[in-house]
C-alpha cells in the first residue's frame, strides 16, 4: 500500500476527459518518482442520480471521509437540469464539502506570462498577477437554518435563507489567510457587507481580534465586497491573499479567475482541520464547470485538473517538489504555444498550436 | 410654485461640490427653458449625525416623502467610520430607499466613446457598452428579519442575516426590467443562486411566470450570480437589461460599473411603484462614494451627479428633451478632452484638458 488513499470522483460532462489525462501524469509519477496512489473511483452529480437516484451515494460519501485526497472532476449538465432543489447534481458537491468540513477553499487567480494576452483584461493590468482569494466553504447561507418557503402572515408566497457565522467558523478561515499569506506577500484583504449585514460585522470584528492576537506581523486590511468587486477590476495586483465568506467568495472568486483569461487553467484545493497527525481533509477541483456544451469531443482543457493534482500533491501529500514538476511543466507547454479552443479566444495566434484534450495531455506528459 | 418639488440632499465629502455643480444646471435651465423647481434642501448621513445625532432626522424623511424627486450627493467619511451599525451614515440612505419604497435601482453602465480607453478592459470589448442593471433595492438580505447576534446551543458567538423575498417584490422589479428591455434591446437577463439559495428558486419561477404571462414578445435569461460575474469580464455586450436581488445587485453593478472605467461618471435612479397619478416616488444618485480623500479639494468629477439630474428629468419629471440636453452636452464635453483626475488614469493623454469640479461644471453649462 502507498499509504496516499485517493478519491478520483469524475463527475459530469468534460469531468471524465480531462481525468483521463490526469490518470497518465499519476501513472508518470508511479513510475519515474515513485509516487503511487492507492486509487478509488466512484460517481458522483449527474452520473450518481442516474447509478443511485442521488447526487452523491452514503458508500461514496464514507469512502470520501476515509481518503487522504479526494481527485474531482466537475458535476452537471441539461440532463438534470429539472431535477427539483435537493436532487441536483450540485448537492454532491455541496454535500462532500459539507460533511467532510472542507471549511477553506483556496482558489489562485495567477496570470500565466505566456497568456496575458488572453485576459479581457489589458495586459499591463493582470502581468504577474498572483492572488489567492481563501473562501469559507461550509456555512453561511449555504447551508443556513431555517431556509425554505412558505406563505407569510400578509398572505404572500414568501422564501427566505440564513446566513448565519460563528466565531469559530471565521476564526479559522482567517487563520488559513494569515498562514498562507506569510509564505506569501504577506498581506490579507478581508472582505464583508459590515456596513449592511451583521454576520459582516462578526467577521471584520474576528478577523481584527485574531490578527492582533496571533499575525500582527501580516499587513490586515478591509474592503466591503462591493468595493472588492470594483478594485479587482481597476487594480488587482494590489491584492495578495484575500479572505471572504462563502456567497462573496463564490462570486468575487469567480471575477478574479476571469482576470486571468483562462478558465481552463484555475484549479483549487478545499481543505479541513489538520488532525492529530497534522493531515487535512482535502478535495481538489477545478474552478471549470462541467461544460456540457463541449464535452465528449475531446476539446476541453485538461490543465485546469492537472494543476488540481498538483496542488494536491503540495497540501495533502508534501509532495513540493513533484508538484513543481508538473506547474513548470504546464508553464512549458503553455510557452511552447500549445493551446486548447478555451485558451484561443482573444489571444496571440501566432506561433501558437491548437490541440484537444489528449494531445495536450501528451504534451504535458512528454514535457515531464 | 412649479409643480415641481425637489428635495436636494448633498450628504458628506465631495457630495456638497458635485451638487455645487449641478445647481448651475438647475439655473441654467430655469432662465433659458422655464424648467423650475421649488427646492428644499437638508442634511443626510455624516452630516445629520452631526447635527442630529442620526443619520436622518424624522422631518428629512417627512420632507422626502412628500417631495416628487431626491437628488442625492453622497455619504460617510473617516469621522463616521467608528459610528455603531445603526448610527452609520449609510443607515441614513437604506432609510430613505426603504421607507420611500425605492424597490427598483436603475443602474447603467455605459461606456462614452471618448473614454475607451480609460477601462481596464480592452477597447474592443467595452466599446458601445451599454447595460442597465435593475437591483432590486428595499427587500433581500439588506432588511430580512431576524437578523442580529446571539450565542448558540453549543455556546458560541453567533451573527445571523435572513435573506426574504415574496412574490410581490419578485415581480414589481422584474416588471421594472421587462418594461425598459422593451424600450432598448429588448433582452432581460435574470440572475441569482437557484442552485443553492431558496430565495434563488423562488426568484427564478416568478421571473419565468411573468415572463409567460405578460412579456413574452421579450428574451428573458437566467444566469447564476457567479456566472454573471464572469461574463461582465468575459462578453459584457452580451447584455441589455440584468435584474437582480439586492446584495448580488451591489456587488454586480459595482463591477460592471467599473467596466467602463469612469465610475465617476455613472448615475442611477431608484424608483418607486406609480401612484395613482403614474408618478413615482424617486432618488437619484451618483455610483460613486462620498471619496473623503479628494473632499474639498475642487478635484471631484461633478459629472454623475450631473448626470442623475439628467435622469430625474427623463424618469420623474417626463423632460426626455432637457434630459437629452443634458446628456449631450457631457458627451461634448468628454470629446472636447475636458477631463477631471479620475478620467486620466490609464487613459489616453493627447488632446486632453485637465480640469477641476467648477471648471467641469463651467464647460457643462458653457457648452449647453
Ligand atoms: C456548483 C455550485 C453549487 C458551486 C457554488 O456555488 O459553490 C460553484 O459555483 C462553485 O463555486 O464551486
Ligand atoms: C452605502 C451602502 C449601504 C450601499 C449599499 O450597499 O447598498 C452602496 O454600496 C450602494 O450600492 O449604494
Redesign the pocket.
Known sequence: ASNRNLLVLPGDGIGPEVMNEVRKIIAWMGKKRAVGFDIKEDVVGGAALDKHGVPLSDDTMKTALEADAVLFGS??GPKWDTADFTK????G??RL?KEMDLFA?LRPAKVFDALVDASSLKPEIVKGLDIMII?E?TSGV?FGEPRGRHTNAQGEVEAFDTQRYTVPEIRRVCAVAFELARKRKNKVMSSEKANVMHTGVLWREVATELHKEKYSDVKLEHMYADALAMQLLRAPSQFDVIVTD??F??IL??EASMLTGSLGLLP?ASLGAPDATGRRKALY?P?H?SAPDIAGKGLANPLAETLSYAMMLRYSFDLGKEADLVETAVENVLKAGYRTADLLAGGKTDGVKKVGTQEMGDAIVKEL
Chains 1, 2 share one sequence.
Open positions: 458535476v452537471g441536483k447534481p450540485e448537492r458537491l455541496l464539502r477553499n473562501r466553504l449555504y462563502n456567497l467568495g463564490d472568486s469567480d483549487s477541483e474552478i464547470g
